[in-house]
């Protein structure tokens, strides 16, 4: 079984409690190859309307790779092979639960926010989200900032993470998959981040 985070098993134990089954999963779409990854398997899917929501998708994963300066000879070089860390999955659904610990929220994660598409549904509340980076970045921005990501050079970790939350947020919808959902869990307790968020869970979840 794929691995979680402590809080996210303790998210998962709660919700289990209540009835909604979350399981980790991972997937060849949020991998290491990012966009290019979405991109691959849309196209080779033979799926209209998976293909030609990746015409939206791709472009605008492309341009944030872009804008957080990513490092697109070294993209090119991963591998499908390498997913990213697991996420939660209400497998009844499909649906995909994040649970994002503070570093989730920084300067990088509001320039992939701005980015969406419009025609991208999201399943949380995105004015939410860039309020929590704007309040955390002046600390979570300076996080190991001297250290390197393979595809966003040094200083780039910061980066990276919110490269991969974004292929997450737009290759799910690419692929056909009900909006990820989102809930912060600053402090890392996954069991009150449960609490906060059951009804907006339960209500997602069941329409």
Not at 35 to 42: E, K, S, T
């Amino acid at each position: 079984m794929a691995e979680l985070e402590a809080w996210e098993e303790s998210f998962a134990e709660a919700a289990a409690k209540d009835g909604i089954e979350l399981e980790p999963h991972t997937f060849e779409w949020a991998s290491e190859p990012g966009h290019l990854a979405v991109g691959y398997i849309a196209d080779n899917s033979g799926i209209a309307d998976v293909m030609q929501r990746a015409e939206i998708g791709v472009p605008a994963l492309e341009q944030t790779f872009t804008r957080l300066r990513g490092l697109t000879p070294v993209l090119q070089s991963c591998r499908l092979v390498m997913p990213y860390p697991a996420v939660l999955v209400h497998m009844e659904t499909g649906t995909l639960v994040e649970v994002d610990e503070v570093l989730h929220f920084t300067t990088a994660r509001l320039t992939t926010l701005d980015a969406y598409p419009a025609e991208i549904p999201l399943g949380f509340d995105v004015k939410e989200y860039k309020e929590l980076c704007r309040e955390h970045a002046p600390k979570t921005d300076k996080w190991r900032y001297g250290l390197a990501s393979k595809t966003f050079g040094f200083h780039g970790l910061q980066s990276e993470r919110a490269y991969k939350d974004a292929v997450r947020d737009v290759a799910a919808w690419v692929m056909g998959f009900p909006p990820l959902l989102r809930v912060p869990a600053i402090d890392q307790d996954g069991v009150a981040a449960y609490e906060r968020s059951k009804d907006m869970l339960q209500s997602k979840l069941k329409s």
